[in-house]
């Protein structure tokens, strides 16, 4: 199985700061059929399911405000939030979709400071 | 408006079996893969399963393969998950999850059933 690491497990950002959230897979997500990473980010805030944000590390779902970026190729990914909100508290997941048994990472909190 | 309906969590007892529903509307049900995802109190995401659109083909995670089994009916736009075996540890909200290709990118999610496996 594909081993999914996030870094940090938490961290604190000030209102209108930069957010950046890691995530390392244990084998390059490179798709060789399109050339495009397998890696999805997602958004769950307590008491709801994870909202789906990016897909191919880099394609920002319908929706979605455009301070959410993803970046990264091979094994190294990063979510960026450029400059955060109230509302953008929550717990982030990378979450791998190579193959047919996808994993996650343990998770991200984001607080504001 | 697309949902996902989540039914039939509870507690149950260690060794017991339960099955669990998950109810679709407002997309053609019959032409996406579905998926369960569980979330275990206070932790993390683990995929669970997935059955094809015809229901032909489904694959588990280790931690569930040979005790659950996941069916469809496309006639009522219904995903089922019958767990057996039920051990402690199988404790968590199931969530059921549609991709939103052929590969599993969930754009779409239910609320959540919770399953308790406790003596």
């Known amino acids: 199985d594909i081993v999914m690491t996030q870094s940090p497990d938490s961290l604190a950002v000030s209102l209108g700061e930069r957010a950046a959230i890691n995530c390392k897979s244990s084998?390059?997500?490179?798709?060789?059929?399109?050339?495009?990473?397998?890696l999805a980010w997602y958004q769950q805030k307590p008491g709801q399911p994870p909202r789906l944000l990016i897909y191919w590390a880099s394609t920002r779902e319908s929706g979605v405000p455009d301070r959410f970026s993803g970046s990264g190729s091979g094994t190294d990914f990063t979510l960026t939030i450029s400059s955060l909100q109230a509302e953008d508290v929550a717990v982030y997941y990378c979450?791998?979709?190579?193959?047919?048994?996808?994993?996650f990472g343990q998770g991200t909190k984001v607080e504001i400071k | 408006q697309v949902h996902l309906v989540e039914s039939g969590g509870g507690m149950v007892q260690p060794g017991r079996s339960l099955r669990i529903s998950c109810a679709a509307s407002g997309f053609t049900f019959n032409t996406y893969g579905m998926h369960w995802v569980r979330q275990s109190p206070g932790k993390g995401l683990e995929w669970v399963a997935v059955i094809s659109s015809d229901g032909t083909y489904s694959n588990f995670a280790d931690s569930v393969k040979g005790r659950f089994t996941i069916s469809r009916d496309n006639s009522k736009d219904t995903v089922f998950l019958q767990m057996n075996s039920l051990r402690p540890d199988d404790t968590a909200v199931y969530f059921c999850?549609?991709?939103?290709?052929?590969?599993?990118?969930?754009?779409?999610w239910g609320r959540g059933t919770l399953v308790t496996v406790s003596s």
């Open positions: 979450q791998h979709h190579y193959n047919s048994l996808p994993t």
């Open positions: 999850a549609k991709p939103i290709l052929l590969e599993p990118v969930f754009d779409l």
């Open positions: 084998q390059s997500l490179l798709d060789n059929s399109n050339n495009k990473d397998c």
